[in-house]
């Protein structure tokens, strides 16, 4: 025989299990949590089964359930009461997201706190950034920025995560968060962000359509992948700590091409969309859910990610523990 045997090394679970290259685990995993202004809500989105939007009061419940499953870190999302051209309840001290914060750190002291960095929530046009003539205007939207990034680290984020897509975010955040003493929290730059229709639901569960024109002036054209290396090298120079690839599931490429250019840990976001597509899948008896996540998420991880955001951390934290029963 000429051929090689490559049966052998899977002929058994347990020989299968030796030479398994990729292990998805609990402590990879990061949960985004919609927080909502008002009492007693606690609302499915519709394009989202399973995720949910939560005021304050309900929030204890959440946190325990995401602490008990072991989930080490949660993306916090706020969906403000009140919109306006500034964004301004994105950096008011008692915005959602500064109050959500404070109350979860109490809550838990040790669940990592992510704050997502960004405007579009917050603006009632619904753009990342301050609009001057009908277009995002880079430099003003970065002050705005930095007042968010610097409120939330003092209510206590424990990682400040910046999802806007403006030039120089990084080094404009780190000096704001640097200057205002807090030197020791790290940045989660998602710095490969395209413009992307897998976005779609999130933008239903946050509230954050653009009510005019697209995103596509500052995230980034799907067909390209030596931007997203540009990217993550400015990134990387101005001071980000941990670099965001989103979406994951149609970039694995430019996941791996970030992992084999960069030394900073690389972050899978697994954004709304890859999530309500299985969803549908699964309802509809099309896929079986337990299985395509894994193979998903195990995929992100094979493909360089060190830390994956996924709607899925509870149902894949419940999975894995249920086979270490
Ligand atoms: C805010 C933001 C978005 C997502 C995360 N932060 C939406 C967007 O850029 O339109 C998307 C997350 C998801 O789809 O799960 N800028």
Redesign the pocket.
């Known amino acids: 025989m000429t051929f090689d045997r490559h049966r052998r090394l899977r002929r058994t679970a347990t020989m299968r299990s030796m030479v398994k290259e990729t292990t998805l685990s609990v402590a990879d995993l990061v949960y985004p949590l919609f927080v909502v202004e008002g009492k007693h809500i606690r609302n499915e989105v519709a394009s989202m089964p399973g995720v949910e939007h939560v005021s304050l009061d309900e929030l204890p419940k959440d946190i325990s359930d995401i602490q008990e499953l072991g989930i080490p870190a949660i993306l916090l999302f706020g969906v403000p009461g009140a919109k306006d051209d500034v964004g301004s309840q994105a950096y008011a001290d008692e915005g959602i997201v500064q109050r959500a914060t404070k109350l979860i750190k109490e809550l838990a002291p040790d669940l990592l706190v992510i704050a997502?960095t960004?405007l579009?929530q917050y603006t009632d046009h619904g753009h990342?950034g301050i609009i001057h003539d009908g277009y995002v205007d880079n430099d003003e939207s970065l002050s705005l920025l930095v007042k968010t990034a610097v409120s939330q680290a003092a209510a206590g984020a424990d990682v400040i995560a910046p999802?806007?897509m403006m030039d120089g975010f990084v080094q404009a955040i780190r000096q704001g968060l640097d200057e205002h003493g807090f030197v020791d929290v790290p940045i989660m730059s998602y710095a490969v962000?395209y413009a992307s229709s897998?976005?779609g639901?999130?933008?239903d569960a946050?509230h954050?359509t653009p009510q005019f024109g697209d995103?596509k002036t500052y995230?980034m054209d799907p067909a390209n992948r030596l931007e997203a290396l540009r990217e993550a090298v400015s990134d990387v120079n101005e001071g980000a700590d941990m670099l965001i690839v989103k979406p994951a599931l149609s970039f694995l490429d430019i996941l791996r091409d970030v992992r084999n250019e960069t030394n900073v840990p690389v972050v899978a976001?697994n954004?709304?969309?890859e999530y309500a597509m299985i969803k549908a899948a699964a309802q509809n008896g099309w896929l079986s859910e337990k299985e395509t996540v894994q193979e998903m998420l195990t995929s992100m991880k094979r493909a360089g990610a060190d830390i994956i955001i996924t709607y899925f951390a509870k149902d894949v934290a419940r999975w894995l523990k249920e086979e270490q029963e």
Do not use: E, I, L, T
């Open positions: 997502d960004c579009c990342c999802s806007n962000k897998f976005y639901p999130f933008r946050a954050s995103r995230q976001y954004v709304s969309g």
